[in-house]
């Protein structure tokens, strides 16, 4: 079984600061973990994910995430937060890549961004 | 290409009501999953199915049912509908079988139903 801690419901940061938004996952097999962001009234966007191999994941929009698998952590991070980047962020947890086993959600962080 | 696309956008219903909520997966996937979306359980799979055949299924009541076409096109079903039904219903399709790349999954906009 596997399962997602996102720490923090909400995360309010101001343009052009670093943004953190926290992951940390329970699974009894090598897991497969995803980012993806939602804006109003939309379904779900891939940013990255995390297979195996490299540890630090680059994904769209400038964002990146670590597999730290000590840590059992995969926190999203970006440089610099811009405006757009105002939405909710969900980190996923899969068996198999997210295929017949299905995703496992956290229950998600709303990024705000300070102007 | 085209992405997912779910049908209706938007429906409202009244208790004791059934629904039946469609996904058109991407050209070319064979797999189709669905979740279900609400502020207070969040982001919760319901069921996944390949080539016709439902391979895995959440925690949820029977009254949740789903199917899928020859088309890959799949369909979910809710009966004796309740106000907790209320929810984002996001449909995901990937090209499914063995490997990783496979299952990579693309959402559809989802499909939000209000329960009177």
């Known amino acids: 079984a596997q399962s997602v801690t996102q720490l923090g419901s909400h995360v309010s940061v101001s343009e052009g600061a670093l943004v953190l938004l926290r992951c940390n996952y329970s699974?009894?097999?090598?897991?497969?973990l995803f980012w993806y962001v939602q804006y109003p009234n939309q379904g779900l966007q891939l940013l990255l994910k995390y297979t195996t191999g490299a540890t630090l994941v680059k994904g769209i929009n400038g964002f990146e995430a670590e597999f730290k698998k000590s840590e059992t952590s995969f926190h999203l991070t970006k440089p610099s937060a811009h405006m757009s980047d105002a939405a909710e962020y969900f980190c996923a947890v899969s068996a198999s890549g997210g295929g017949a086993d299905g995703l496992t959600f956290g229950k998600g962080t709303h990024l705000i961004i300070q102007p | 290409k085209a992405g997912v696309t779910q049908t209706p956008r938007y429906l409202i219903k009244t208790r004791g009501q059934q629904v039946t909520l469609s996904c058109s997966p991407i050209?070319?996937?064979?797999?189709v999953s669905w979740y279900q979306q609400t502020p207070g359980q969040g982001l919760q799979f319901l069921f996944e199915?390949?080539?016709?055949?439902?391979?895995n299924k959440g925690n949820f009541p029977g009254r949740f049912s789903g199917r899928q076409f020859s088309n890959s096109r799949s369909e979910m079903n809710v009966s004796t509908l309740e106000l907790g039904d209320s929810a984002l219903y996001l449909c995901a399709s990937s090209l499914g079988g063995s490997g990783r790349a496979k299952n990579e999954q693309f959402f559809g906009p989802g499909t939000r139903l209000t329960v009177l």
């Open positions: 699974s009894s097999v090598p897991p497969y």
């Open positions: 050209s070319g996937h064979r797999s």
């Open positions: 199915y390949f080539s016709e055949t439902q391979r």
